[in-house]
């Protein structure tokens, strides 16, 4: 899979990436120096867990045959400690739908072991480095 970012225009931080057939923008914050028009990369950072941790409940309702009506994640960011190597993600989950305490019990295991959730705590990620010609 690749995923292709580029410069909105000169000299400015708005990007535009590119993933498969999806096109969405990214920007930093006023205080950084940008004009806060699109999400910024940490915050792009944060809802992939949000929404790896969504989509896990329901996939994992739908192969268990739960009553699971829709789901909620809300994570909040505490990023004070992230130059000292610790970022902090809180994330609080609401089931909706009649499910009993032993399916919200369940679900809630689920999620905790989601593949976002996983990489970020578990995984060691490499990251290669290379330049790309500017002509390709």
């Known amino acids: 899979m690749k995923i292709d ?22 920007d930093v914050g006023e205080i950084t120096g940008g004009t806060d028009s699109a999400p910024d990369p940490h915050d ?32 909040e960011r505490d990023d004070h400690e992230e130059r000292q190597g610790k970022y902090t993600l809180r994330v609080r989950m609401v089931f909706h739908g009649p499910l009993t305490e032993e399916q919200r019990t369940r679900l809630h295991a689920a999620v905790g072991k989601c593949p976002i959730h996983k990489l970020m705590t578990t995984s060691d990620v490499v990251i290669e480095m290379a330049p790309l010609d500017p002509a390709s």
Not at 13 to 19: D, G, L
Not at 44 to 73: G, H, Q
């Open 5 to 26: 970012c580029e410069s909105e225009s000169p000299g400015a931080f708005p990007q535009i990436v590119r993933v498969r057939q999806h096109t969405f923008r990214v």
């Open 44 to 75: 792009y950072f944060d809802s992939a867990l949000a929404a790896c941790k969504t989509t896990t409940a329901i996939w994992y309702a739908r192969r268990n045959a739960m009553p699971l009506e829709r789901v909620e994640a809300h994570v």
